[in-house]
């Protein structure tokens, strides 16, 4: 019966009977493959940061917080390294109550409110986490916002020098293939 207090928990989750009435700070970090976020071209270059509020009132749990991580990977025009930093916001509403049908139908879409049974100890946030850091992927990486890119024929870095192939515009086309002769 020990079992239950002496495991150690992961950080990502909320132990609902330790919070005070009232505003509990957290803060905490996360390695981003915990959380599922590896893998891919882009890689995790810091740990997801976590910094929230739970507010408690009775059964209701209001959660705000802030998610921060670094992600690094090649600048989609130029291929060099290219790094941005991701803040996302996590917020939603946690009750813990006994909920009625209908309550529970048309909580089932709302992605900022969850309701759990009133004899939930804790609750993960492992998946919210993800989710989070997941929308503010950016689609592309840019070394920096005015990157020049390299000349689809000859490879020149435009943002070192030019050289004598013809134009200097870049048509979004051949940016695939500049990426293919690296
Ligand atoms: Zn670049
Ligand atoms: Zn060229």
Known sequence: MLSAHLRIRAVTVLALDEFDEGQNRLEFEVAAEQLGLAGGDICYTAPVMVQMTVSKAL??????????????????????????????????????KEASGIEVEAFEEQDDVDIV?????????SERLHDAVVLELPLRLY????????????????????CS?????????WEALAHLKK
């Not at 020149?156 to 020098?161: A, I, K, L, S």
Request: some cysteine; hydrophobic content about 30%.
């Open 59 to 96: 059964y209701m749990y209001t959660v705000d917080g802030r998610v921060r991580t670094s992600v690094a990977g090649e600048c989609c025009r130029c291929l060099l390294p290219a790094a941005v930093d991701l803040e996302a916001r996590i917020r939603f509403l946690l009750q813990r």
């Open 165 to 173: 192939c013809a134009g200097d515009v870049i048509d979004p086309r």
């Open 117 to 125: 049974d009133p004899g939930t100890k804790e609750v993960d946030l």
């Open 143 to 162: 070394c920096k916002s005015d990157c020049k890119g390299l000349c689809p024929q000859c490879g020149q870095d435009f943002n070192v020098g030019t």
